[in-house]
């Protein structure tokens, strides 16, 4: 009786297992077939209450969607106006201006798979969402029409504007030379925002017109310590108490030009194009000039006396010298080896700021001298710049040249041979080097050489008569002294030297 017993207990053990089993195996059967069948099935259509570009595509397959957009937003091209506005500027793009592409795979792909990841359950809360509120979605317009950017950025780059910091105004005659500008902002346009309003007008979104959404930018400047920063770097200063008016007028005038110059790091200066045509309308009057190693009267005469006393304020501040030249005789104003010749066509100074700030020229004249002051960030403390000169050498001129007055230039002068007037002295030439020194401490630190130039030697010239004395005429007594070739010695060297004032 008891083993009848048990083997009915153990019968009814095994159904009760079997039947769990049964059950469990039914259950995962009708969840997986209810998980990958909605899956599977709802991956092939949009949700309902799904919207593209204002288009339902609800339950329609990708390809169907597809082609429903495809002609919508092509029809939709033909009356495509948008108006974009900005600071009371209005651009206006049409469907003309545009071409159709109409790549709406990646916008389709990507609506078509929202929602489907994760369980079921997450899948279902997305899809009660979408059909209580709708899903609306709008195609990105570079899918859509060809030319859209470049339109875009050409109304864009009217809109933008680069920030300026503060200037640095200078006025050389006021009290205080220096002193800040205003600032400008500037503006930049939020593509990514701009974009998206554009999308939505396409969409249909009820959008009268665009505001160009914009950014404005601000400079981060501190101008009051580099204007607290500027000082004189250098000063020089030449004379002309002697010239005549019309030369001294020339000097001034050329350097007015340079007065209240700014010049930016970086930036060349031509002295010539500058000043500009040495001619009588613009200003520039007849005075001395030196022509082949002779004074001759020309327009302009004097203005490389300007350009001299810049040059030397100049590499005075230590600021690069492009181009210079000297002339064919010493200047009287300055040493050997640091004139600046400047003649229309031929010879120029130029000049860079190597400085990492603006440098700024001052110039000063009066009736007795004319002065260039240079400003920018100090030199380093303590270090001051001089100039040197040095003779490398006399070259001896070869004495009088005689010469016949055939043609009766000088016959006020001299009548007949025999007699003589000297038209000009010889002068001795010269070999020179210049050079900078950088002074700290009241010692030279360094020193580099800047200039080696000529000055070629020069012969005297007498000029004679050329009539033949008749009989009984006597000539009256004649001052002229003809000078023999020079023989340089150690004391004409020594006079040079003091002469140019060269140690």
């Known amino acids: 009786m008891k083993k009848k017993e048990t083997a009915i207990k153990k019968s009814r053990s095994s159904l009760i297992w079997l039947l769990a089993v049964a059950f469990i195996a039914v259950t995962l059967l009708l969840f997986c077939q209810f998980y ?83 369980n079921i359950f997450s899948k279902k809360k997305i899809e009660k969402k979408i059909k209580k509120d709708g899903l609306f979605v709008s195609v990105p317009f570079e899918d859509i029409y060809s030319g859209m950017e470049e339109k875009l950025e050409n109304i864009i780059s009217e809109v933008e504007s680069t920030p300026k910091s503060s200037g640095i105004k200078f006025d050389p005659n006021a009290n205080e030379m220096f002193s800040k500008t205003e600032p400008q902002t500037g503006k930049i346009v939020n593509r990514q925002v701009l974009k998206s309003e554009i999308a939505k007008f396409i969409a249909g979104e009820n959008l009268s017109e665009i505001e160009i959404p914009v950014v404005d930018i601000i400079p981060d400047e501190d101008f009051d310590s580099i204007i607290n920063n500027i000082s004189l770097r250098s000063t020089f200063t030449t004379n002309y108490s002697t010239s005549s008016a019309d030369r001294k007028s020339n000097v001034k005038l050329a350097l007015s030009k340079f007065n209240g110059m700014i010049i930016e790091p970086g930036e060349e200066i031509s002295f010539n194009n500058t000043t500009g045509k040495r ?83 001052k110039t000063i004249c009066d009736e007795q001298s004319a002065t260039v002051e240079i400003y920018g960030q100090p030199l380093e403390n303590g270090l001051s710049i001089q100039t040197r000169a040095e003779l490398v050498k006399i070259l001896p001129h070869g004495g009088d040249d005689i010469i016949t007055d055939y043609k009766g230039e000088y016959e006020n002068k001299v009548l007949y041979r025999g007699e003589y007037y000297r038209l000009k002295f010889p002068q001795e030439g010269y070999e020179s080097k210049g050079y900078i020194d950088y002074i700290k401490e009241g010692q030279v630190i360094s020193s580099k050489e800047i200039r080696h130039d000529k000055y070629l030697p020069q012969n005297g010239i007498i000029v004679e008569g050329s009539s033949t004395l008749e009989d009984g005429m006597t000539l009256p007594s004649n001052s002229v002294r003809y000078i023999s070739p020079q023989k340089v010695t150690k004391e004409a060297e020594n006079n040079a030297k003091s002469k140019w004032n060269i140690q």
């Open 279 to 361: 001619i009588k309308d613009n200003g520039y009057k007849t005075a001395k000039i030196i022509v082949g190693g002779k004074y001759v009267d020309g327009v302009g005469g004097g203005v490389c006396q300007a350009s001299t006393t810049l040059y030397n304020a100049l590499i005075r501040s230590d600021i690069e010298i492009l181009q210079v030249n000297h002339h064919t005789l010493p200047a009287s104003y300055v040493p050997l080896s640091f004139d600046a010749m400047v003649s229309e066509g031929y010879a120029d100074l130029k000049f860079k700021n190597n400085l990492d700030t603006p440098i700024f020229i």
């Open 36 to 118: 990958f069948g909605d899956s599977i099935s709802s991956k092939t259509t949009f949700y309902p209450n799904t919207h593209i570009n204002g288009v339902d595509v609800s339950g329609l397959t990708k390809t169907e969607a597809n082609n429903i957009l495809l002609s919508s937003l092509s029809e939709n091209k033909e009356k495509l106006n948008i108006t974009l506005t900005s600071n009371q500027k209005q651009w206006t793009i049409t469907g003309d201006d545009l071409g159709f592409l109409g790549n709406l795979e990646p916008t389709l792909n990507e609506v078509i798979n929202y929602g489907h990841e994760g």
